[in-house]
């Protein structure tokens, strides 16, 4: 249950939780759908758990994190477009771990160069994560030079859509976390 006397922006509990990040297109929302999917269909039933749309709780080999789809680093610099910033802003910077996410079809471009910037700032800890790589063939960007000089570390490839290596991030994600010393707990046994 959430501790409504203490209202941080984004309502969390005190698990692990990770931020997926980057421009708009870059599979994000699809990412997080994949992610969360079962564990949303287990806790929908359950009152108290309404959170922010973009939040929700996951499970990977037993273990509990919550996932937030940040999506608004990107936007307008209009009044609206400021506030959905600002909350993108807090998750990067409240987040134990950035997803930092860049499409693999179209290679790195200026606005990840400038979105990673920013994350950096905010948060150093991150992974950088490509996504539509969804046959061998889409491989071959992983070499790429530009991909290293977003000083994030090395590429670690998925398909968001089709779901292949989403474990293995999932599995760097985990390893990340425990090595931050933010092991998620287990979930309590039915
Ligand atoms: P967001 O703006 O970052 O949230 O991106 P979305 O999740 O909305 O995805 C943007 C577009 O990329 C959509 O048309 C998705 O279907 C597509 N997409 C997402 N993941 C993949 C993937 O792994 N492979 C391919 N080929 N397309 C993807
Ligand atoms: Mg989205």
Same mark, same amino acid.
């Given at each position: 249950m959430t501790d409504q006397t203490h209202q941080p922006r984004i309502e969390r509990s005190d698990l692990p939780m990770i931020a997926l990040v980057g421009r708009a297109n870059v599979g994000k929302s699809t990412l997080w759908n994949r992610i969360v999917e079962e564990r949303r269909a287990l806790i929908s039933?359950? #009152? %108290?758990?309404? +959170? $922010?749309?973009?939040i929700a709780q996951a499970l990977w080999r037993g273990c509990m994190f919550e996932v937030v789809d940040?999506?608004?680093? $990107?936007?307008?610099?209009d009044e609206m477009g400021r506030g959905i910033r600002r909350q993108a802003e807090r998750a990067v910077k409240d987040a134990d771990l950035v997803v930092f996410m860049v499409d693999g079809r179209t290679g790195v471009v200026e606005e990840d160069r400038r979105i990673a910037k920013q994350v950096r700032k905010l948060n150093p800890n991150v992974i950088l994560v490509v996504n539509?790589?969804?046959? #061998? +063939?889409?491989?071959?960007?992983? %070499?790429?030079?530009a991909l290293y000089s977003l000083g994030l570390g090395a590429p670690v490839p998925v398909s968001a859509s089709t779901g292949k290596r989403v474990g293995d991030m999932l599995d760097a994600v985990y390893n990340l976390l425990e090595a931050l010393d933010r092991r998620p707990p287990e979930a309590e046994p039915k």
């Open positions: 039933a359950e #009152p %108290h758990t309404t +959170r $922010d749309r973009n940040t999506g608004g680093l $990107d936007t307008e610099e539509k790589i969804d046959k #061998p +063939r889409d491989e071959e960007i992983l %070499h790429e030079r």
